[in-house]
């Protein structure tokens, strides 16, 4: 019998790595062998292909031996079940290697033969395009979402049955893909729904127009929530490029809709105080999956109640706020997850929570030790910081309705076009992801304005990361009021809203 081979596609992390699937059969006593470091779930796989081979009507070789290349590389899950059964059936001549040799198959088989959907066809694909390969035959649920790259002409299956005729030039069940659905801006949460809160609604205007971290403090129903539920209906639509790069890591993850493959929206990730560290950061046996941190990138981070969070799980989020991105070790190698996000922060001042200061029942040590989970480093990667009031009316006729989110969103809009335009050529899009040495080199404000961190670094008011972030706040405040350069008005604003004594 001749040695059949076809392909499939490995994960580490959000990068796949193609992954050549042969296959011999012979004859003699029934016997099969799965080469290639096989995780329990692909070792399995061998019974599950066998009787999804049976049960739709073909004969299963003897003798098999399976060898997934490269062989020092782990593999895991069952996605490799239908190129595993589409080479065994090509080395027993029951269908033709011609298009096998182009085409990644991607897939888990039902024991009767229907193909069921896996997670990460997107990033699969990509790796599979870059590799080379033009042809790809994906479960008809994920058809949507493997259409979205461009180069690989992808095509659905419900059962192995279609895929054989196809592979045999005979008419088949695969289905092509569908035109893209258009995606919409939700319009249910808007800004407008927020009573008062001056100061805290301009803080988030500057958080979403320079992408900065911010930390809301107030007593309980004084819309500290709502405030940050509503700063994505404040940022832009995804770019093409960061769709994909963010609707990659949500396919890794199976929280895709099938009817709106592409996340064209920058996401809102809320974890639950109770959360585990790898649920917020990543993690899982063999190679990590992606957590919390991962499913916001390019979107925001929400810790609602973030005293109540531990302080392990808020330190562990230090190394991802700087760098962009999460490296988990694991047994079966380091998996790499971008995660820039923009990290929003809510607490109440104290345990008791009253409404008014002047109602709190905690003693000095307890207030201290509950917002000592928001470690002196934590909060110095926090550029804004601000202090909500008590409601005292629920409308006010001499101010007017409140802005609603389509006007601040524009206002946001211009702001970050100008940033993205300045930074251009230096691959930058947003203020915050500027880095300190650029910012102290080539965009320093006007000498006059930085006397005014020399001074907070004098007095220890900042930190050095603290002036940085304070460079920056000044730079999205300028570009708020479309100025060149920020002046030493917006560096006093800008240290101002990293004031401590706002926590």
């Not at 076809?6 to 062998?33: N, R």
């Not at 979107?299 to 973030?306: I, K, M, R, S, W």
């Not at 006397?451 to 603290?466: H, M, W």
């Amino acid at each position: 019998m001749p040695l059949s081979r076809t392909w499939s596609v490995a994960l580490l992390g959000v990068d796949g790595l193609p992954v050549e699937i042969e296959a011999d059969v012979g004859q003699g006593k029934p016997k099969v062998q799965l080469l290639g470091l096989p995780d329990p779930a692909l070792n399995e796989s061998k019974d599950r292909v066998r009787a999804a081979v049976r049960n739709s009507g073909l004969d299963w070789p003897d003798q098999v031996t399976l060898a997934l290349s490269p062989a020092d590389l782990p593999k895991g899950g069952s996605g490799y079940d239908l190129g595993l059964a589409c080479a065994v059936l090509a080395g027993a001549g029951s269908v033709p290697q011609t298009k096998l040799g182009g085409t990644v198959l991607i897939g888990e088989l039902a024991l009767d033969g229907r193909i069921r959907p896996v997670r990460g066809v997107l990033p699969r694909l990509l790796a599979a395009k870059r590799a080379g390969l033009k042809c790809a035959v994906v479960p008809v649920e994920t058809l949507a979402e493997a259409a979205l790259v461009d180069g690989i002409q992808a095509r659905g299956a419900n059962r192995l049955v279609d895929v054989l005729s196809w592979l045999k030039d005979e008419e088949s069940a695969l289905v092509e893909p569908s035109p893209p659905s258009s995606v919409t801006r939700a319009t249910t949460s808007d800004l407008v729904d927020v009573v008062g809160q001056p100061e805290a609604r301009w803080a988030l205007e500057v958080a979403a127009a320079g992408a900065h971290n911010l930390l809301l403090v107030g007593p309980p129903g004084t819309g500290k929530t709502m405030l940050a539920e509503r700063i994505v209906g404040l940022l832009p639509q995804l770019t093409p490029d960061e769709a994909l790069e963010v609707t990659a890591i949500h396919s890794i993850a199976g929280t895709l809709s099938a009817d709106v493959p592409l996340v064209t929206l920058p996401p809102f990730i809320a974890p639950h105080h109770s959360a585990s560290i790898p649920a917020l950061v990543g993690g899982g046996v063999g190679l990590a999956r992606p957590g919390a941190v991962s499913m916001a990138h390019r979107g925001v981070l929400f810790l609602d109640e973030a005293c109540e969070f531990g302080t392990p799980h808020l330190e562990a989020l230090r190394t991802a706020i700087e760098e962009g991105e999460i490296r988990l070790a694991r047994r079966d190698g380091v998996a790499r997850y971008p995660a820039r996000f923009q990290l929003v922060l809510a607490t109440n001042p104290c345990p008791c929570a009253p409404i008014r200061d002047v109602d709190c029942r905690c003693t000095p040590n307890e207030r201290r030790r509950y917002f000592s989970r928001l470690s002196g480093p934590l909060l110095d990667r926090i550029d804004i910081r601000t202090r909500m009031r008590p409601i005292h009316a629920m409308h006010n006729s001499d101010v007017g309705p409140p802005e609603s989110s389509v006007t601040v969103r524009e206002r946001v809009a211009k702001a970050r076009v100008r940033a993205v335009e300045r930074w251009a050529a230096h691959g930058w899009q947003t203020n915050a992801e500027v880095p300190g040495p650029a910012l102290r080199r080539h965009f320093r404000p006007p000498a006059k304005a930085m006397r005014l961190l020399d001074r907070g670094l004098e007095t220890g008011f900042v930190s050095a990361r603290g002036a940085d972030r304070c460079i920056r706040i000044a730079w999205t405040l300028a570009d708020l009021a479309e100025k060149d350069c920020p002046d030493s008005d917006d560096v006093a604003a800008a240290l101002e809203f990293r004031d401590r004594r706002a926590a």
